[in-house]
């Protein structure tokens, strides 16, 4: 390896081939990309945030609807468990079965 084809890490600055793929002192991966990265850095970012807020909005929504389902199913035990507590089993099952009978 001759000195021409090595070059300094961007991330600690080691001496590095050029056509390494990533840094073999720190692990720096991709040094290309690396260097395209810090050219277009800000483009990126915004790019990036995109990505991020909508991956996260789907994240979000499958936690939220997720957190919903499990509220609901813990609700419904409660309510029913309430239920069957006054009423007992069977005409708690009722209840819930026919409510409009019921009311
Ligand atoms: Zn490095």
Redesign the pocket.
Known sequence: MTPSNLKP??????P?SKLAAF??????PDLKQADERSKTRELEVVVTDIDMSLGNMIIFLLKWVAAVFVVLLIVGAVVFAVLVAFYGAGEALHLILNPVRRA
């Open positions: 890490c961007p991330d600690c600055e080691q590095i840094c073999p002192h720190c692990g720096a």
